[in-house]
């Protein structure tokens, strides 16, 4: 299981089923590069605000740019990731990269979830997997 935090406009394009692929590019080897796997659970957290859905991860692929291209990224998976020009730009100096599919993404009841750092993506132990729903 997973936490996976959302900024706008990227959270309501998940929340309304558009956005059906969730990318995340870095310039080190983190979470959730060769962390996330098929049939993975993801909570989906809006940035500083509460859990808003839950999706499953059904088909993943990672890139390591030094052996591929972002352009390749773009333009396989472009339509489900939602990127506009800015964000493409924004990710050239990535050097990996996660790209997860997402499916029976299901909007819940908001909750809390306790979580002070900056991470965008948090893989969750099983000390952390007991939540009240």
């Known amino acids: 299981m997973h936490l996976a935090v959302f900024q706008e406009p990227y959270l309501s394009f998940v929340l309304n089923g558009q956005k059906t ?3 995340r590019f870095s310039r080190i080897e983190c979470a959730p590069y060769r962390q996330v796997h098929s049939g993975d659970i993801i909570l989906v957290k809006q940035s500083g605000g509460p859990v808003r859905a839950i999706t499953q991860a059904a088909k993943i692929a990672y890139f390591d740019f030094q052996n591929d291209s ?3 990224v773009k333009t396989l998976y472009g339509a489900g ?3 506009d020009d800015e ?3 924004s990710q050239r100096s990535a050097l990996f990269a996660t790209i997860i599919e997402l499916c029976y993404t ?4 908001p909750f809390d979830i306790p979580k ?3 991470r965008g ?3 969750l ?9």
């Open 81 to 83: 990731i939602c990127g």
């Open 125 to 133: 132990d099983c000390r952390q997997r007991s939540f009240s729903f």
């Open 70 to 72: 972002i352009e390749r």
């Open 121 to 123: 993506w948090v893989p």
């Open 106 to 109: 299901i909007a819940i009841k």
């Open 87 to 89: 964000f493409w730009e």
């Open 116 to 118: 002070r750092d900056r």
């Open 21 to 23: 692929v969730e990318s």
